[in-house]
Every structure is written in structure tokens, then in C-alpha cells.
């Protein structure tokens, strides 16, 4: 499960390694001595014996080694060994082997959706292209957001895994106090209505936020808009009228005092369970957070999709989700495609992976399966899980680019600035100067 709320300073860390490392790139793909083409997941089994490895962290892990242990039913020569390391870690280490040329790499690695296309860049060569491997047949059983993520010049470079569909949970409680029926909220003007009524009747804030560190709703506000920090051919997208939109509406919930400022996870997390706020945007992956620390308050919660910012718009965005991708310089390259390749288009492993560890599947075969169509007694009996899955071929893509983490870092000093009252597109603008200089890419608009 992926924590969206990132310091700037740690996402700034991650950036200057690659961009110290970016000038030198992995070797080909000179561990693929087979061929596995088209083959389906159970046609590489053989007498051999193969041990792979895998880089993960936390619920990643359990959910890899789950399936391997079903998958060795009818692979028995294949061993995996899941060594959970750290998300830092895994990036720290997967930078410093890549700049070696794959050296002390492990055969399977995980990677978060904003990373992947920053290793892309800057390691062209250091994973297996898997289109070549015949995976590009398979892709139409992910949404389109997830396999434009994972590919680079049109080839697809990772196995789409877990996705962050979004929605607002809410205190169904807090919102019945207050006389607000949360189906008649459809866009953000009714969400702010609601909050300062909220605020009157039970003294809850609407929302925490990281204020000044992080901008996790503002993402959301942009992903479902079909706007980001950059544009699909890359150029810095800060002027677009909806980013300006965006921030210049979460001012007017900050106005009206409705964001409670937190500080960090711990503190998101703490508003979430303490009563001090009444909802929260967060991507599908919060449900386990919110059921594990809020266990008293299991019936007093519901969760509704994002507000649009026009009736009728779109209410699809996602936060957080990440792909696996194979190390080009593996010894042992179709055994490791054949093992993920299994792992990403099996259901019952996906099913395993979103009901024991919390990890929504972007593999939408797994969205006909009885959790799809079944209540959750914590979210008052309320089928969450079909609501999540409706969004995502709706989710407009995010296009990350290798410069995600430097764009954040700006993103937030705008966000800052707006909420110290500087205008929004002042903020923007001027935050847009400093991208270029830092990255010298074009700026649209200003």
C-alpha cells in the first residue's frame, strides 16, 4: 500500500539520485536467453531449477509471496526470494546497481508509478522491454491510465500491479449531526457548503493537509481535471486555467477554515480517527489505515467519489499505485516474465493481494469477483470496493516525467504561497519560472 504523503525533502533526496546517476545507463537485455513470446503464464515450466529475486516493501511483500506459492503448484523448479528492503532502500539501491550497469540488481523490482518514468529516462536500457516479450497483447485488461504509466516511446516496461482510485471517506455520523446527505454533494462548491455547515453544527474541520509539505488534494483536484504538473509532451503545466482553478478552490475551504493543517502521515492519520475532521480525499488504499486505527468507529464510516468542479464533470482521479518491472541484466529473464506475468493477470492472485493486504488490483477482471459485489460492514455495509473499481477507466493519465519529484517540491511552495495569500496564478507563474530553471523545460501559458 502506498503512503501518499511524501516530505518534499525526501522526494527532492530521491530526484538528485537519479539525476547524479542519470548520465549512465544499464546494459541490454543480456539475460534473456529464451524465448517467451506470447506464452501464456504456465508455458515456461520446466525441470530446471530457478532462483529469482524480488526488491519490495511492506504488504508488497506478503502479496508477492502468495503467489509464488501458488504458482510453484505448477512450477515447482522455481524459487522466489522477496527481500523487503525499504521503499527508500529499494530506490537508493535500484539507482546505485543501474548506474553499475545492473550490477547487484535483484530479477523483479517494484516501483511506484511517479518513479517509474524517471528510471525509464534516465536507465533506457536497464529494464526488459516486455513488449518485446509479447506483453502488449495482455495490456487491455489494465485501464488506460495504468498502461500508459508503465511505457516509454510506446513500449511497455512494467506489469501495471496496484492502483489509488480515489474517493472521499466520510463520518456518516458527523454528516447526519449536521443534516448533510452526502449523495447530493456532486461538485466542490456543494463539498464547501457542506463543510462549513459541518463546522457549525458538530465544531469538525472537513479536511487535514499537509499544508505546506505536501499537496495530495490538490493532485487529485488536477488528475481528475485531466491536468497535471506537465503536459503529455512534457512541458510545465503550471499556468493551465484548471491548476489555477484548483488552487484558488482550496483556498476558499481554507478561508472558510474548513483544512485542518497536520503534520505529515502521523498527523493525517490522527485527524482521521480523533473526530477533528469529518472526511478526508485519499486513494482506495486508505481503507485499511482508516479500519485498522479506527477500529471503534467501524459503521460510522461511508465513502463517496471526489467532487467535480461542474455538475456533470468527471470524478475519477488516482493517488498513489505502483508496476513491477525485470531488470534487463537478470540471468534469468523468462522465468521472471512468466512468474509476473502469472502474478498480473491471475484474479484469484490479485483478489489475495486487494482482500489480505490492501493492494486495489488495476487488472479489471478481477472487478467481476463476489468482493466487487458484496458491503463492507466498516463503511456501514456500503459496497466501496465497486465504487473504486467504476472510476478507473475513467482516470485521466498523469504524465510524471523524470522531473516529478523537482515539480512536487514546486507545486507546494505555489500551494504555500496561495495559502500565506498570495493569487493563485501569481503563485503558479512564479513557480513555473523556477521549474524551468531547474529542469529547462518549456512553460506553457504565462
Not at 537485455?29 to 515450466?45: C, E, I, L, V
Not at 499544508?211 to 491536468?227: P, V
Amino acid at each position: 500500500m502506498k503512503k501518499s504523503f511524501k516530505s518534499a525533502a525526501t522526494l527532492l533526496l530521491l530526484s538528485t539520485v537519479l539525476a547524479a546517476c542519470g548520465t549512465n545507463s544499464g546494459t541490454g537485455n543480456t539475460g534473456n536467453t529464451g524465448t517467451a513470446g506470447n506464452a501464456s503464464p504456465a508455458s515456461t515450466a520446466s525441470s530446471e531449477k530457478v532462483k529469482l529475486t524480488a526488491w519490495a516493501w511492506n504488504v508488497n511483500v506478503g502479496a508477492l509471496n502468495e503467489a509464488v506459492t501458488s504458482y510453484q503448484k505448477d512450477h515447482p523448479n522455481v524459487e522466489l526470494e522477496v527481500q523487503d528492503i525499504g521503499r527508500l532502500d529499494v530506490y537508493d539501491k535500484l539507482s546505485t546497481g543501474l548506474a553499475a550497469g545492473g550490477a547487484g540488481l535483484p530479477d523483479i523490482v517494484l516501483v511506484e508509478d511517479d518513479r517509474l518514468q524517471g528510471y525509464l529516462d534516465a536507465f533506457p536500457k536497464g529494464f526488459v522491454n516486455l513488449s518485446e516479450k509479447g506483453f502488449d497483447a495482455k495490456l487491455s485488461e489494465f485501464p488506460t491510465f495504468k498502461q500508459e504509466l508503465t511505457k516509454k516511446d510506446g513500449a511497455s516496461y512494467a506489469f501495471p500491479f496496484d492502483a489509488g482510485p480515489t474517493g472521499v471517506f466520510y463520518r456518516t455520523d458527523l454528516f447526519e449531526k449536521a443534516g448533510v446527505d452526502a449523495s447530493k454533494i456532486e461538485t466542490w462548491d456543494d463539498y464547501l457548503a457542506a463543510g462549513k455547515l459541518i463546522k457549525e453544527k458538530t465544531g469538525a474541520q472537513l479536511f487535514p493537509a499537509d499544508k505546506f509539505k505536501d499537496d495530495a488534494t490538490l493532485r487529485i483536484m488536477l488528475n481528475e481535471q485531466g491536468a497535471f504538473y506537465f503536459d503529455k509532451d512534457g512541458n510545465i503545466d503550471f499556468n493551465n486555467p484548471k491548476y489555477v482553478k484548483a488552487l484558488e478552490t482550496l483556498k476558499q475551504f481554507d478561508d472558510a477554515g474548513l483544512i485542518k493543517d497536520v503534520n505529515g502521515w502521523d498527523g493525517t492519520v490522527s485527524a482521521t480517527v480523533d473526530g477533528s475532521i469529518a472526511s478526508i480525499a485519499f486513494g482506495a488504499w486508505y481503507t485499511g489505515t482508516i479500519s485498522d486505527q479506527a477500529k471503534d468507529l467501524s459503521g460510522k464510516w461511508g465513502v463517496m467519489q471526489v467532487p467535480a468542479f461542474e455538475k456533470g464533470g468527471n470524478r475519477a482521479a488516482n493517488l498513489g499505485g505502483s508496476s513491477w518491472a525485470l531488470t534487463s541484466t537478470s540471468k534469468n529473464v523468462d522465468a521472471a516474465y512468466s512468474f509476473m506475468e502469472y502474478f498480473s493477470l491471475t484474479p484469484d492472485v490479485q483478489k489475495v493481494a486487494m482482500e489480505k493486504y490492501g493492494l486495489f488490483p488495476s487488472l479489471t477482471s478481477v472487478y467481476n469477483e463476489d468482493v466487487f459485489t458484496t458491503g463492507v460492514e466498516f463503511f456501514s455495509n456500503q459496497n466501496i470496493w465497486m465504487l473504486f473499481a467504476q472510476e478507473m477507466n475513467a482516470v485521466p493519465t498523469p504524465y510524471y516525467t523524470k522531473d516529478y519529484s523537482v515539480a512536487l517540491d514546486e507545486s507546494v511552495k505555489a500551494q504555500s504561497d496561495v495559502f500565506n495569500g498570495k493569487p493563485a496564478a501569481d503563485a503558479l507563474k512564479e513557480a513555473a519560472a523556477r521549474l524551468k530553471d531547474r529542469t529547462s523545460r518549456e512553460v506553457n501559458g504565462g
